[in-house]
């Protein structure tokens, strides 16, 4: 076991000397933002959003006929508020153009990443290694925010790899978790057995702060209050992924006797906004991206609740300009700056990211985020719900490329059933359109029988 101490160098020295990244740099310069004044912020903002306009329009093809079809070119942005002119994109946009809008000088350059989609809907997309550095700083920059700091301490419940990795790449992974003073319990592998096992490990590795699944934590936590005993409290716990309710917050602080911090983010941007102690929203990352809520026609909203539109500041390479997400979120409550001294501004409440916890006849628990962490293996669907609609049944509605998909829903009924058990009865079936809840939004996983998690 690394210390905190050797940690706090070790990882350091990996990110900067041995990967050749700046994410310290650019943690310093973020570390600093957080405290400079509102029209410093803005002024931030504005030269950050019209380099990357004016690069999206001389190097992005795409960009360049969508905005000239909608009358609008980056020399138009004076102002951080004449983004609300400029259209939005999201996901079947991307899907549909998606090599046009990799910029031209950054082609064969970019990193890949694919997504389940927390809304059903996988797609891939590229970004640069800058922006990946970035992001890692900005998420460290959140965690701080509950008490952790680079090398101290820290236990995730987290998605791990769902196919099968070779020892080498688990040699490297265990190795680069111990550099970074973190060690990962799986949340896709909940058994009641391994339940006690992930307490047994939060008393061993003793972590400063606890971070997982918002789901994965509350089945721990139930566990915990089943199953009374002295154990270690961390300093902290950090959710995410998925809405945390006010019941859910009071079981987590009750169980693992710490304070919650909730933090709110996807996998296109990372972090996108996080609780300070005061716990009156979430500090949006302002000096990173530009969020937006708007209205069905793309207007923005300055009050209320609205579609999450989301502007990467520093993605070159596939530049994200308004991008939907698929969430719904409202501005907080606190009025003007927060308590905190912060000049980041704050975002309320987040809706639209509700995935149920399903489970099996033997007693396995699986995280709504599994079915998402596992289609973005799956290049032929490009949507997906899943129902349980009995404790040994699951039913999976797909829309995608039927003619290409026989070989994949073979490897999809393959790993659904080792996750599930042989107990549990899994019906596939293509389908024209996803369906949507009576208000409106897309679930991703329904567990539609009144049985107890078990």
Not at 135 to 161: I, K, S
Not at 231 to 257: D, G, N, Y
Not at 439 to 445: A, F, I, L, M, P
């Amino acid at each position: 076991m690394i210390s905190s101490w050797m940690a706090r160098r070790a990882y350091p020295f990996y990110e900067t000397r041995l990967r050749g990244r700046r994410t310290f740099e650019h943690l310093a310069e973020y570390e600093a933002n957080q405290w400079i004044s509102a029209d410093e912020l803005h002024a931030l903002q504005l030269a950050k959003l019209q380099a990357l306009l004016g690069h999206c329009e001389a190097q992005v093809p795409f960009y360049r006929r969508h905005w000239a079809a909608a009358g609008v070119s980056a020399r138009d942005l004076r102002e951080v508020g004449d983004l609300r002119h400029f259209p939005t994109i999201d996901k079947q946009i991307i899907r549909a153009h998606r090599d046009e809008m990799v910029a031209a000088s950054w082609r064969g350059r970019t990193l890949s990443k694919s997504t389940g989609g927390s809304t059903g809907q996988p797609f891939s997309f590229e970004y640069t290694r800058e922006s990946y550095e970035r992001r890692m700083a900005v998420m460290m920059r959140g965690y701080a925010w509950a008490g952790w700091r680079q090398g101290d301490r820290r236990l995730d419940v987290w998605g791990t790899e769902i196919a099968p990795v070779s020892a080498l790449r688990q040699a490297k992974m265990r190795l680069h978790d111990a550099v970074l003073g973190r060690r990962v319990v799986s949340c896709f592998d909940m058994t009641q057995d391994n339940l006690e096992r992930y307490r047994r490990e939060i008393d061993r590795y003793r972590p400063k702060v606890v971070v997982g699944y918002t789901s994965a934590l509350v089945e721990l936590a139930r566990w915990i209050e089943r199953h009374e005993g002295a154990h270690w409290a961390p300093q902290a716990v950090i959710t995410a992924a998925e809405m945390l309710s006010s019941e859910q917050r009071a079981l987590l602080e009750r169980s693992f006797r710490a304070p919650v911090f909730h933090t709110y983010g996807c996998r296109e941007f990372m972090l996108i906004g996080a609780e300070c102690d005061r716990h009156d929203g979430y500090h949006l990352s302002a000096d990173h991206l530009v969020v937006e809520l708007t209205d069905d026609a793309g207007r923005t909203l300055d009050d209320g609740t609205g579609q999450v539109t989301v502007t990467d500041l520093h993605n070159f390479g596939m530049p994200f300009v308004r991008y939907l997400n698929g969430d719904l979120a409202s501005r907080s409550s606190a009025q003007a700056r927060c308590t905190c001294g912060r000049c980041l501004p704050l975002l309320g409440a987040v809706e639209g990211r509700r995935l149920d916890v399903l489970t099996s006849p033997d007693g396995r628990i699986i995280p709504g985020e599994f079915f998402p962490h596992l289609m973005k293996d799956f290049s032929s669907i490009e949507a997906f719900q899943v129902r349980q609609t009995r404790e040994d049944r699951l039913r999976i509605l797909l829309v995608g490329q039927r003619e290409h998909g026989d070989a994949d829903l073979a490897r999809l009924r393959e790993r659904v059933a080792h996750q599930t058990g042989p107990a549990m009865a899994i019906e596939v079936e293509w389908v024209d359109m996803i369906p949507l809840t009576p208000s409106g939004k897309r679930r991703v996983t329904i567990r539609e029988i009144d049985a107890a998690s078990a």
